[in-house]
């Protein structure tokens, strides 16, 4: 069974329709990338699996477990995490704290243990920073751990907020354009970790993507998309060449 | 400069950062505690309400600075701490009952006030607080046969363990307990899940969700948090003023509360208690300056409502950080003498959520 998987997913504002009776599975393991022109319908496709916005019709299912009605801080603790595509991290916050947000939804401390700093809450501190550590050096990103956000290079802070989807241990990543705003070599970086994040941990990825360098390089199966519908599904080599997806991109009847 | 080296995670946990600062802090100590000693009982009164407003102030921080909720409705809070002990104490119950009493009143009332405003934010959230605490005020001034109308009443003096609470020193002494309490309180709950979780709902709440961050849930912690120190130190300002009228609760001690926060340093502890300082004494500064004043404007009546009101602004204006960003700038000039680049802050910015910012 596949750990992932939407049912004719459609969502609609007012008189558009966003996501038009999208259908996909991924499998445990596997990098699935999503691409399409702009206002494909490719982000909206993330907020519904995070649960911002509610289809208006479909279902979603994680890992056999209907999904489409769980509130969206359940999402994490489920084991789905998430970046952005225009960054949001906790800027005023220093990397490392940002990255302890990450276990957020693996704290189990009553209110009352926090507020006296019991015992307990300090050992369950102890451990979440040890777990943070293995990212910090996973993604090497010590020498950044005390700097706060606002004070890093946009390329950094890329790096920490996909630090910070992987201190929820994820089952499953979605990734919204890894690579923008970052310059060939950033993207090429970028690309490495995720080979890392899918063979040293194991973590099914799901990302939007733009650059087909770095969705061919990473990627297992591709979906295209445009104005809400798929286009084409398969290897990243047999969707770039489809005419319909190529016909979206360049227009025309290519 | 002093470079820390750490080698524990422990270290980050640690309420001081190293032990320079556990002697400085308790220097202060030390010389708190001997105040009412070497000064007269005026300056032992005012210092005391310097810690009463301190101790609003850091509840506040939490809420604005740290959550990044505004809320004007303070004074309220503050009342109810102040009605829920002096209302027992009539009634006998004692002091070291009253005192919790009077935070989880306040507590209960900011749980109810978090609830119905949790999707607001910004200028909604500050509008609908000011409106909760003017019914709130209102109910001081109706509800004659617990609180006595505008005749108000007097404020029984505690005793704890059979020891009398009597005049400015006893409040003085209370007074430092229940900020160090509060402090502490405060620093537990930064170092804690719940504290990152509302710092995270300041900075980005589509994150925090994502984060797995109940929107709602913490907004309310955060909220009756808040709400529950102010009504301890609302139960302190009973015994502060001796004499509770509702007037005493109206919207411009809201603002002075606010005026704490932002004139003090959003997002620091440190600024909570410069913030404090700072609006208790310059009443006093702005009394001694009328003198010197032409007399058409020292004796204008509204001075000193407005020079809080052009000092909040300027401090918004042009240092976002307040006293204690000042107070980090000065100390990263000498510390680093001389080679501070006036750059060094450039990257920072207010973090009060306004819909500008947004």
């Known amino acids: 069974m596949s750990l992932f998987a939407a049912e004719d997913l459609a969502v609609r504002f007012g008189g558009i329709k966003a996501v038009d009776n999208v259908s996909f599975e991924v499998e445990q393991g596997e990098v699935f990338a999503i691409i399409g022109p702009n206002g494909a319908g490719k982000t909206t496709i993330f907020n519904l699996i995070s649960r911002i916005y509610n289809p208006t019709s479909g279902r979603l299912t994680f890992d056999g477990q209907d999904i489409t009605e769980v509130p969206p801080y359940r999402i994490a603790g489920l084991g789905i995490a998430r970046t952005f595509q225009n960054i949001e991290l906790f800027s005023n916050a220093s990397v490392l704290q940002n990255l302890l947000i990450g276990r957020h939804c693996h704290s189990r401390i009553s209110v009352g243990a926090q507020l006296l700093f019991l015992p307990s809450a300090r050992r369950a501190e102890v451990a979440h920073r040890e777990k943070v550590e293995d990212v910090i050096s996973f993604l090497e990103l010590e020498r950044y751990r005390d700097t706060l956000i606002a004070n890093l290079p946009y390329g950094v802070r890329k790096i920490v907020e996909l630090g910070r989807a992987l201190c929820i241990e994820p089952r499953l990543l979605l990734l919204d354009e890894p690579s923008s705003g970052l310059n060939v070599e950033e993207t090429e970086v970028m690309g490495f970790w995720i080979e890392d994040i899918k063979k040293d941990l194991g973590i099914t990825v799901i990302m939007v993507e733009h650059d087909m360098s770095l969705v061919s390089m990473v990627s297992d199966r591709v979906m295209a998309l445009n104005y809400g519908r798929v286009l084409a599904m398969g290897a990243p080599a047999e969707v770039q060449g489809n005419h319909e997806v190529i016909r979206a991109y360049i227009g025309g009847d290519a | ?358």
């Open chain 2, 1 to 358: 400069m002093r470079y820390l080296f750490k080698t524990r995670y422990q270290q980050d946990l640690a309420l001081f950062r190293h032990g320079g600062d556990r002697l400085n802090y308790g220097l202060l100590l030390v010389v708190l505690l001997l105040v009412p000693v070497m000064l007269s009982e005026f300056y032992v009164g005012e210092l005391g309400a310097v810690f009463i407003f301190a101790i609003t102030g850091v509840a506040l921080m939490l809420l604005i600075g740290y959550t990044g909720l505004v809320s004007l409705g303070h004074a309220a809070f503050l009342g109810i701490g102040a009605y829920t002990n002096a209302v027992l104490l009539q009634k006998g119950v004692p002091f070291v009952i009253t005192l919790p009493a009077s935070g989880i009143m306040a507590a209960l009332a900011g749980i109810a006030i978090g609830i119905p405003t949790l999707r607001m934010s910004g200028l909604y959230l500050a509008i609908a607080t000011l409106a909760f605490g003017s019914i709130v005020g209102t109910i001081f001034q109706k509800w004659t046969a617990v609180t006595g109308g505008f005749d108000g009443f007097a404020v029984p003096t505690p005793t704890i363990l059979g020891f009398p609470i009597e005049g400015a020193t006893g409040v003085y002494y209370l007074s430092l307990a229940v900020l160090l309490f509060v402090l502490w309180i405060s620093m537990n709950l930064l170092r804690s899940p719940i504290g990152r979780a509302m710092v995270a709902i300041r900075d980005s709440e589509v994150s925090a969700q994502s984060m797995g961050i109940n929107l709602s849930l913490y907004k309310t912690i955060a909220f009756a948090i808040s709400a529950g120190m102010t009504g301890l130190s609302g139960a302190l300002f009973a015994h502060y003023v001796r004499f509770l009228a509702p007037d005493a609760f109206d919207i411009l001690l809201s603002i002075q509360f606010v005026t704490i926060v932002f004139v003090g340093g959003l997002g620091s502890l440190h600024g909570a208690i410069f913030g404090a300082l700072f609006v208790r004494l310059l009443p006093q500064a702005i009394a001694i300056g009328r003198d010197y004043l032409p007399s058409a404007i020292g004796r204008m009546p509204g001075l000193e409502p407005s020079i809080f009101g052009l000092i909040l602004v300027l401090c918004i204006l042009f240092e976002p950080a307040g006293i204690h960003g000042r107070w980090q700038k000065v100390k990263l000039y000498f510390n680093s003498f001389p080679m501070y680049r006036r750059t060094s802050f450039r990257r920072q910015r207010a973090y009060a959520r306004s819909e500008r910012l947004r």
